[in-house]
């Protein structure tokens, strides 16, 4: 069992920047690869960024590639979301995920999720 806790969001404006963080319980955290997702008002969630169990792998949805960093510290049990130059089309609440498999994107693949955090970018 994998309980998240996400944290970092906040009201930003265009062109700002914030980091979410999500921290990890339990002594496997390095075993699974970890996502972020986000879900706006009246839209699907949808898939953001991952990243594999030992950081060596990352992959980013095209919205937020060049923007967006996704690193983890295993030591720390915790997983980050850097999201610079943000625009008003990534307000959403943010969830973290952790997953056994690394390089998928649906979020039936990912097995623990945090209670989310709501990101707003005012224009």
């Known amino acids: 069992q994998v309980q998240l806790v996400e944290s970092g969001g906040g009201l930003v404006q265009t062109g700002g920047s914030l980091r979410l963080s999500c921290a990890a319980s339990?002594?496997?955290?390095?075993?699974?690869?970890m996502g972020w997702f986000r879900q706006a008002p009246g839209k699907e969630r949808e898939f953001v960024s991952m990243?594999?169990?030992?950081?060596?792998?990352?992959g980013y949805a095209d919205s937020v590639k060049g923007r967006f960093t996704i690193s983890r510290d295993n030591a720390k049990n915790t997983v980050y979301l850097q999201m610079n130059s943000l625009k008003p089309e990534d307000t959403a609440v943010y969830y973290c995920?952790?997953?056994?498999?690394?390089?998928?994107?649906?979020?039936?693949?990912?097995?623990?999720w945090g209670q989310g955090t709501q990101v707003t970018v005012s224009s």
């Open positions: 339990g002594r496997t955290f390095s075993s699974y690869a």
């Open positions: 995920a952790a997953g056994r498999s690394f390089g998928v994107r649906g979020r039936s693949e990912y097995d623990y």
């Open positions: 990243i594999s169990g030992s950081g060596g792998g990352t």
